[in-house]
Nanobody
Framework: QVHVVESGGGLVQAGGSLRLSCVAS????????MGWFRQAPGKERDFLAS????????YYADSVKGRFTISRDNAKDTVYLQMNSLKPEDTAVYYC?????????????????WGQGTQVTVSS
């Protein structure tokens, strides 16, 4: 079992920045990749970015390339999502997810463990 806890969400004005954190605990040796998704009300859960457990490889959705950056602190078993130039349409609940299998996947069903989510609200 792997436990996932996100933090760092909040209210920010358009153009501002936020950094989300995701801490993994438990059987972390089973982790292959960690990813970030978001879900706005009435919409599907969308892939944003993922990173290998070693931190050496990353993959981004086209919609956030250049604005969002995923990174990992190996010493803290923590993955971050730095979000810059935020827009009102970025408002959503943001989720951290863990995948135990190889490869960078972009659909939610391909991830094995999920956090509870953290709300990000961007005001205009």
């Amino acid at each position: 079992q792997v436990h996932v806890v996100e933090s760092g969400g909040g209210l920010v004005q358009a153009g501002g920045s936020l950094r989300l954190s995701c801490v993994a605990s438990g059987r972390t040796f089973t982790i292959y990749t960690m990813g970030w998704f978001r879900q706005a009300p009435g919409k599907e859960r969308d892939f944003l970015a993922s990173i290998s457990w070693s931190g050496s490889s990353t993959y981004y959705a086209d919609s956030v390339k250049g604005r969002f950056t995923i990174s990992r602190d190996n010493a803290k078993d923590t993955v971050y999502l730095q979000m810059n130039s935020l827009k009102p349409e970025d408002t959503a609940v943001y989720y951290c997810a863990i995948r135990r299998g190889p490869g960078f996947k972009t659909t939610s069903y391909e991830y094995d463990y999920w956090g509870q989510g953290t709300q990000v609200t961007v005001s205009s």
